[in-house]
């Protein structure tokens, strides 16, 4: 076995191992669990970093079973876009688990949680290295439990056990369209094997209406995993987990999973047109309404979970007007700024006691590395140059324009609505990180003096700012390969264009190519920001004592409560299906369970009538009848006898 293959297994399975092993030790064995969870991680992330720095491309695996003519196979796929990813993954999982040292000191369950962030991250890891879409189905369910398993963690918190079943169940409604679309693509192509099923739908061995059929439907589970609309409304109040958490889900596992798959089966994604519609428009709608959502939330955690669910939709977007590369680009510096954003949340609330903003103020002084990495982390998000979030979401924006033309993959209408809503999302980005920024650190202080946290808390901050500031940069560093076709980046349609027939929608495509940003877009961009940070400077300025978001009127509970989307679910689907529930119980317990119930009654009420016609009898005539019958009896016996 090659080093990079044994590198490629080692990923998911040296964090899984520990995992498994963690939940065998004593909850209270704290030096233990943090032990095993940081060393795993740390392994990992090493593994990942060699794969990354020496390797191209590494495919490896055995076959598992062999069904009536499809093939299951468990191994590894690993190129660069893996790699990187994996990276990604490693350096949050890591830090949060240093973190949550720390944060969790009181926790007498921080056993049991740390092994669950081991499977967390083996579980992403998986996903991100599977060859086969059976295996990468195995780590998209487990992250599923581990996510019900630590959102609900803290037991004391009311809110946490409804929060963690709610993710549980509205991302369980998309994995029924993923399953189903898994099992359309690997029994259409005999195997479910990724290469081979991207080959089979490129050569034609897959229709083009199966594989319609099948991206459409994996939309499903890629709506509920990466919370786009309407599947989004679970990651807002998944904020009820603990706040290293909050950073794993948002950062590097679970909401990234979602995007990641569409990257990793992107050749199928472009053959179809009306998939990259259906794409084009849930991230449309998504980045809005998230942005929206975010600029009226009181709760710190939950103005940046709803940031999340905006910047998937930009990931969404890109992938929709045809530039897999953008997306991934921003899933990176998106790791690097949230898992940050988060993290300095969990700063400011374990030293105020509270998640309300309206409970904050002034905490600058008291908090300087937490206020100057939140500063950078906010920058990054806003799209402030030249951190990390510029480059990656002006990159979105640029593909969006050039699909503007109708020439990509997607129509000229998904490329105008992205572009559109993507610009107006940044004003609105600005405004809201504007408003945080100022409530949580500037005016008068409204809560407990702030104070700097334990070191291992601190240090994961100022190690994070590095990347959400520089790793932007990235965008400038000439390919190293002479297509230039994705800069460090070799995962594109262009891979498998030799295989797409002249009929197939997208064989026309043209490589990718470098993504130039546009100066016109990058110039309106860049307005847009100063736009928004104005305006919520000049709302705070006026009292600021006062939340900048009254300025919002009545508008402002409609976007607090994420547009009443809950109530709207429990309207439209939780009510009926109760209601629908509930009669189906009645009905099974009134007539059907009735009528079992009847025949039982039925025939002891008969058999209580035949008793009372028997014991009618007289017992006089009962005494002759038994006398004439002994009588009968013995002349019988006394007769054979003679």
Request: charged fraction near 10%; proline fraction near 5%; hydrophobic fraction near 55%.
């Amino acid at each position: 076995m090659m080093l990079t293959t044994a590198l490629a297994i080692l990923l998911p399975a040296v964090p899984g191992a520990a995992g498994l092993a963690g939940l065998l030790v004593r909850p209270g064995a704290r030096r233990a669990a943090a032990a095993l969870g940081i060393t795993a991680t740390a392994v990992a992330l090493a593994a990942a970093t060699v794969l990354l720095a020496t390797t191209r491309r590494v495919a490896a695996g055995t076959t598992l079973a062999d069904l009536v003519g499809v093939t299951v196979r468990v191994g590894v796929s690993v190129d660069p876009v893996a790699s990187s990813v994996a990276v990604a993954v490693g350096v949050v999982a890591l830090l949060v688990q240093v973190y949550s040292v720390a944060y969790l000191r009181g926790d007498d369950r921080y056993g049991p949680y740390a092994a669950q962030v081991s499977l967390f991250t083996a579980a992403m890891l998986d996903v991100v290295v599977a060859g086969d879409l059976v295996q990468l189905l195995v780590g998209w369910e487990v992250m599923g439990i581990c996510s019900y398993l630590l959102i609900g963690h803290d037991r004391s918190l009311a809110t946490a056990p409804a929060a963690a079943v709610k993710a549980f169940l509205v991302t369980r409604v998309g994995d029924v369209g993923f399953w189903i679309g898994v099992i359309l693509l690997g029994t259409g192509a005999g195997s479910f094997r990724i290469d081979d099923v991207i080959t089979a739908a490129a050569t034609g061995e897959l229709s083009h209406a199966r594989v319609t059929a099948a991206v459409l439907l994996l939309l499903a589970g890629v709506a509920g995993k990466s919370a786009q609309f309407p599947l989004h409304s679970w990651l807002p109040d998944a904020m009820a987990g603990p706040t290293p958490i909050s950073a794993l889900i948002h950062a590097a596992t679970m909401v990234a999973a979602g995007i990641y798959v569409v990257t990793r089966l992107y050749p199928l994604f472009v053959t179809s047109r009306p998939a990259l519609v259906v794409l084009g428009l849930m991230a449309a709608v998504t980045m809005l309404l998230g942005a929206l959502a975010a600029t009226a939330a009181d709760d710190i955690k939950r103005v940046l979970a709803w940031s999340t669910v905006s910047q998937l939709a930009y990931m969404a977007g890109a992938l929709a007007v045809g530039s897999d590369r953008a997306a991934i680009f921003h899933l990176l510096t998106h790791a690097a700024f949230k898992a940050l954003l988060f993290l300095a949340a969990g700063s400011v609330i374990h030293a105020v006691g509270s998640n309300l903003m309206s409970r904050m103020g002034g905490l600058r002084r008291g908090m300087p590395v937490t206020f100057v990495t939140m500063t950078i982390g906010l920058a990054a998000l806003a799209g402030v140059p030249p951190f990390a979030g510029f480059w990656s979401k002006d990159s979105i924006l640029s593909a969006a324009q050039q699909a503007t033309n109708g020439l990509g993959a997607a129509p000229a209408l998904v490329g105008w609505l992205v572009l559109v809503c993507g610009l107006a999302t940044v004003a609105i980005t600005a405004w809201y990180v504007t408003r945080l920024w100022l409530r949580t650190f500037f005016g008068a202080r409204r809560g407990p003096a702030g104070h700097e946290p334990a070191r291992s808390m601190w240090i994961p901050l100022v190690l994070l700012s590095i990347p959400a500031t520089l790793l932007g940069l990235i965008e400038l560093v000439p390919s190293r390969t002479p297509r230039a076709d994705f800069g460090w980046f070799a995962y594109t349609p262009r891979k498998y264009a030799e295989y797409l027939p002249s009929g197939v929608p997208g064989s026309h495509l043209l490589p990718i190519g470098r993504q130039d940003l546009d100066p016109v877009t990058m110039t309106i961009g860049l307005v847009l920001v100063a736009l928004g940070v104005v305006a919520a400077i000049l709302a705070w300025r006026r009292d600021t004592a006062a939340d900048p978001a009254r300025v919002l009127g009545r508008a402002a509970p409609l976007l607090r409560a994420g547009f009443r989307f809950d109530d709207a679910q429990r309207a439209l689907v939780v009510r009926p299906v109760r209601a629908l529930a509930t009669t189906v119980w009645l009905g099974d317990a009134r007539v059907v369970d009735g009528a079992v119930r009847g025949v039982g009654s039925g025939a002891l009420r008969l058999g209580r009538r035949l008793a009372r016609l028997h014991t009618g009898l007289p017992r006089s005539l009962a005494a002759v009848l038994a006398g004439a019958v002994l009588l009968a009896l013995v002349a019988v016996l006394v007769g054979g006898v003679r």
